[in-house]
């Protein structure tokens, strides 16, 4: 734990000074290094304009733009573009001036004879076109390259293909994206908080929607282009609370006309996968389409230890498992869009996960009894799900005459079906003496309609309105049967078979008011949302039904300050609805010792989110991003675990998981990350999350408290020849939660590649932790009953094989010249869910 914290300091004292060298001295790479301003006398006029790259005609985001006075040949004043190449010098007095414009990758440009008049307020010198420094290699053009993070006015982007990743999937991925923490078995928190909602391409996803941890599995990082970290969301987004959304963007459609593809696969220890992606485009029609294989192969142990007080027979009870989780999944993707006219367009797309997932057990069980003597048995079990999971858009987009305004209508369908079935033989003392059969078939479906306007009023305000419409059906359908004695018939058993359906519909609109100033940037909104909840136990006639109304406003303010500096503030109001991994009341019985459920009577949770943010960037490419931020949840969903009390013997000793709405959290927190390079070709960021966590639960529910921190710490160096090499490693500290913690773990990983084919291709060797064949993760749960005595302590250790070498190789094919720039399609995105956590190995 030291040493990992000791390599974290360390890179930020690195950092630090790499900092200070590029503002000392020239950064590498013939940039020149910022020059100071000479004093000069104010006015109150402005110079703008707008930086494109010649060939793509895309916006040239945080280039240098220096104002120069003819007379005297000083810098007066400078300014860097936005993420539109839009920029803009104020407090400009009359005069005859130049524009001095430059940015790593492009050759420096000058704008000349830029007159300001006396009683003139702006003058506006409109498009600047910037050529590329670099040489065409192979019909590859080589630009500016992006930050690896980015710290824009409403988000953190993470330019995923600025990293080493060597046939990584997603939540390896996730890992190093600052402020967000990946545990071993997938599970994403933000800033300490697993309630987020994961988009793909700013839209839901079927197989999101069923278990986050199952989608970040079936995602290559090759796919991924970047992770966008939205902590506080406007009031455009649906009102999703806590700590906010998680966007994947992944590498699509170049734009270029003509026919392009990419080739990618991975062979690994452990997780194993492959995609072609191709796409044409010919005039106004663009057609893209993507076909992917994933497979692994993971073993685990788990030692759960609990031990037992007043109200049970047994006092102790130990369980070993070894657990071997099987899975496969094919991807399908196709889009496809048409150019109606010169300002509107038409677009759809479906995709397509097909999962395949098993888990083979063996779960060894010594009970001790109170007053009898002691009992072992054995359970060899075979359990896991399969399904078809898809999403369908049709989207429609046209702009108008005047700039900036336009009008979109969205609709999405996504359909998540999951069959889970567990197969269990019990075994006493080598004899078998009970089967047991555990059926859960469930599915999930959405349909959304949604339609957005923007309206500019003029070059300063901006209006947002829109509204949308979520319709969703949730079913579960389990039956448990038992074959006691094994060679008898299985018989259903009527307390654990049951039908649960479930209606969600959210009916929602909103309003969002921009203004933009010389240095303030202000948006304020409003969104309204009507939920109706419907819910059914069909066999026993139980209904749960829920009706409410709710005001969503949301504040967003920031400043830009001289030499590249932004402060910003925050303020949003969210809430999260349980999702049916929650709501479903169907047992797992994979471990009948320790059975998960979810809640159907769980109630949304209300958050109000704060934010206090500062950025910088340097020329060089360095950046500094940091935040203090504050969240409080009323209504807070947490994980319950009690222990069984009553008198069925094969109940005995069994511990179980739901959740509820047990009170209010609290989150006090900083958010700092940096990324600079050093020795010319290389680069170090660094994360670190901390923040103090109160937990205080409702009426008997006991209360938990702590600080809490997770860090990561990325090296990587381009050598000559084409070779690159990256180390990387993360610390997570431990977790509090209601009844416990989450104990400290840490992983690493090294890669090496290598530039093949003229570039268009690249070979990777990586390997995790090759110092180590399973990382750790144990947890501790404690229960107290309404007496305020301990009725259960518990640990649970799972440990899970992470050491894995890989070999990857990716190549991309067709003409990428860059000579056109894709049509940027609008999606939906529902995000107003709360997930429940999946244990993979469970």
Do not use: C
């Not at 988009?199 to 069923?210: D, F, G, R, T």
């Amino acid at each position: 734990m030291k040493k990992i914290i000791l390599i974290a300091v360390a890179g930020f004292l690195a950092t630090q000074a790499s900092f200070a060298q590029n503002l000392a001295s020239p950064p590498a790479g013939g940039a020149k290094a910022p020059v100071a301003t000479q004093p000069t006398a104010k006015g109150e006029g402005k110079i703008s304009g707008i930086i494109h790259d010649e060939l793509t005609k895309a916006p040239v985001e945080f280039a240098s733009v220096a104002l120069v006075n003819k007379a005297t040949g000083k810098i007066v004043n400078g300014s860097t573009t936005d993420s539109k190449g839009r920029f803009s010098i104020a407090e400009v007095a009359p005069g005859q001036y130049k524009l001095s414009i430059s940015f790593v990758g492009y050759e420096s440009m000058t704008v000349d004879n830029v007159a300001l008049e006396k009683g003139k307020d702006e003058v506006n010198v409109g498009t600047v076109i910037l050529k590329s420094s670099t040489k065409t290699l192979s019909e590859v053009t080589i630009t500016g390259e992006k930050p690896l993070i980015e710290d824009k006015v409403d988000r953190m982007v993470y330019n995923t293909e600025k990293d080493i990743n060597p046939g990584a999937t997603a939540a390896e991925v996730m890992a190093k994206v600052p402020g967000v923490s990946v545990d071993l078995e997938g599970n994403v928190q933000l800033r300490g908080s697993s309630n987020i909602r994961v988009l793909i391409n700013n839209k839901p996803s079927a197989v999101v929607a069923s278990s986050v941890a199952d989608a970040l599995k079936q995602i290559p990082a090759d796919q991924i282009k970047s992770v966008e970290v939205i902590t506080s969301p406007s009031a455009k987004y649906d009102a999703e609370g806590t700590a906010g959304i998680i966007n994947i963007i992944l590498k699509k459609d170049s734009g270029v006309q003509g026919l392009t593809g990419n080739l990618s696969s991975n062979l690994g220890t452990i997780n194993s996968n492959g995609s072609v992606g191709l796409n044409y485009r010919k005039g106004k029609v663009g057609l893209s389409s993507t076909l992917g294989y994933a497979v692994s192969d993971m073993h685990g142990k788990n030692n759960i230890v609990s031990v037992f007080g007043p109200g049970s027979s047994v006092s102790r009870s130990v369980q070993e498992v070894d657990a071997n989780r099987i899975a496969s999944s094919k991807l399908v993707q196709f889009g496809a869009d048409y150019g109606l006219s010169k300002t509107s367009y038409i677009a759809t797309g479906i995709r397509m996960t097909i999962p395949d997932v098993e888990f083979k057990t063996t779960q060894l069980t010594t009970n001790t009894f109170k007053s009898a003597p002691e009992n072992r048995n054995t359970r060899v079990g075979s359990n896991g799900f399969d399904g078809i999971n898809y999403d369908i858009n049709l989207d429609y987009t046209k702009s108008f005459k005047k700039p900036g305004q336009e009008l979109s209508v969205l609709g999405l369908l996504s359909r998540n079906t999951r069959n889970n079935e567990n197969f269990m033989d019990l075994y006493q003392n080598g004899q078998l003496t009970q089967k047991e059969q555990n059926y859960n078939d469930a599915y999930n479906e959405e349909a959304t309609v949604q339609t957005d306007y923007i309206h500019p009023l003029n070059k300063t305000q901006t209006l947002e309105v829109g509204t949308k419409a979520i319709w969703r059906y949730a079913e579960s359908e389990y039956r448990f049967l038992v074959a006691s004695p094994a060679s008898s018939p299985f018989v259903l058993q009527p307390d654990r078979t049951d039908l649960f359906t479930y209606n969600q519909d959210v009916l929602s609109s909103y309003a969002i008011y921009g203004l933009k100033l010389e240095k303030y940037n202000v948006k304020m909104g409003l969104r309204y949302e009507h939920t109706q909840i419907d819910g059914d136990f069909i066999s026993n006639g139980t209904r749960v039904e829920q009706e409410y109304n709710n005001l969503f406003p949301n504040v967003s303010v920031s400043r830009n300050l001289k030499q590249n500096q932004t402060i910003k503030f925050n303020y949003s109001k969210r809430i999260q609805r349980p999702q049916l991994s929650l709501l479903n009341p169907y047992e797992n019985l994979g471990n009948p010792k320790n059975v998960v459920r979810g809640n159907p009577d769980l109630e949304a949770e209300l958050t109000d989110a704060y934010e206090l943010g500062y950025s910088t960037f340097f020329k060089s490419g360095a950046t500094i991003n940091a935040s203090l931020y504050w969240r409080q949840t009323n209504n807070a969903i947490q994980s319950l675990s009690t222990p069984y009390n009553g008198s069925d013997p094969d109940s005995v000793g069994r511990v179980t998981t739901t959740f509820g709405n047990v009170g209010q959290e609290s989150f006090y927190g900083l958010s700092l990350s940096g990324s600079t390079k050093f020795w010319e070709k290389g680069r170090i960021s660094s994360n670190v999350n901390l923040f103090y966590a109160s937990i205080q639960g409702g009426g008997q529910q006991q209360s938990n408290s702590g600080i809490v921190y997770n860090t990561n710490l990325n090296l990587s160096y381009n050598f000559n020849k084409g070779f690159s090499a990256q180390m990387a490693g993360d610390y997570n500290s431990a977790q509090v939660s209601l009844q416990g913690k989450a104990l400290a773990y840490g992983t690493y990983n090294f890669a090496v590649r290598k530039e093949v084919l003229n570039k268009k291709g690249n070979v990777t060797l990586g390997v995790n932790n090759p110092f180590n064949k399973y990382v750790t993760r144990e947890r501790l749960i404690k229960t107290y009953n309404s007496e305020n005595v301990l009725v259960l302590d518990q640990s649970n250790a799972l440990s899970l094989n992470m050491r894995q070498v890989r070999l990857s190789f990716n190549y991309q094919f067709g003409k990428q010249d860059g000579k056109a720039k894709p049509r940027k399609v609008k999606k939906v995105s529902n995000d107003d869910a709360k997930e429940g956590e999946e244990n993979s190995m469970q």
